[in-house]
């Protein structure tokens, strides 16, 4: 079976930085792209930031470029998501979700049951 | 906001068919395929369409996905009580250098 799970959410202060963390098993995880999603509180999905497989190409919610970064190590299977100069409108549940190809293209058909992420003021 | 428009809601009687409308533009849906994800309270979203009509293993036939133009939907027929949640569409936008959107989520309700 295919296992994702985040690590890392936690209570951070307005202005502070976290990183999440994601490790996958029971799959061939170097293959696949890996893609963030966001939910805050009593609202819809949102796309966070993708890494393809090989970890060349790193993709991000044009509103939260320059504030973001993601990386892989194949090694360990795992994903990380670093996140800067956090707002209280960044508090969410964040999602590791696996794309089913080696380019992210929204084929999310495996999810982890989240981190929680919560942006004092 | 979302970039791809659903409705917030749509409802119907146990055995009826909904349908789900989701529109974008030429950038996303015009573009890239279209998958659709139903989250229930309280979980992570599962995915229920593919590739615009491709359903995951698993999946019931009673959920069927299209795409036209810059628009795509899912139908359910033969509604259950335990297809009421919340339904987001996906697509991947070009623009941007490379993204994914979502919609807004329609909400089901069955009577």
């Known amino acids: 079976d295919v296992h994702l799970v985040e690590s890392g959410g936690g209570l951070v202060k307005s202005g502070g930085s976290l990183r999440l963390s994601c490790v996958g098993s029971?799959?061939?995880?170097?293959?696949?792209?890996i893609t963030w999603v966001r939910q805050a509180p009593g609202k819809g999905l949102q796309f966070v930031s993708s890494?393809?497989?090989?970890?060349?190409?790193?993709l991000f919610e044009e509103s939260l470029r320059g504030r973001i970064t993601i990386s892989r190590d194949d090694a360990k299977s795992s994903v990380n998501l670093e996140m800067d100069k956090l707002r209280p409108e960044d508090t969410a549940m964040y999602y590791c979700?696996?794309?089913?190809?080696?380019?992210?293209?929204?084929?999310?058909?495996?999810w982890g049951r989240g981190t929680m992420v919560t942006v004092s003021s | 906001q979302p970039v791809l428009t659903q409705p917030p809601s749509v409802s119907g009687t146990p055995g009826q068919s909904v349908s789900i409308s989701c529109s974008g533009t030429?950038?996303?849906?015009?573009?890239?395929?279209v998958s659709w994800y139903q989250q229930l309270p309280g979980s992570a979203p599962k995915p229920l369409i593919f590739d615009n009509s491709q359903r995951p293993s698993g999946v019931p036939e009673r959920f069927s996905g299209s795409r036209s133009g810059t628009s795509a939907s899912l139908a359910i027929t033969g509604l259950q009580s335990d297809d009421e949640a919340i339904y987001y569409c996906?697509?991947?936008?070009?623009?941007?250098?490379?993204?994914?959107?979502f919609g807004g989520g329609t909400k089901v309700t069955v009577l």
């Open positions: 996906a697509s991947w936008d070009d623009s941007l250098g490379g993204q994914g959107v």
């Open positions: 979700v696996r794309d089913d190809s080696g380019y992210p293209r929204m084929r999310l058909d495996s």
């Open positions: 029971g799959f061939s995880f170097g293959s696949f792209s």
């Open positions: 030429d950038s996303n849906i015009g573009v890239s395929a």
């Open positions: 890494i393809n497989s090989g970890g060349q190409h790193h």
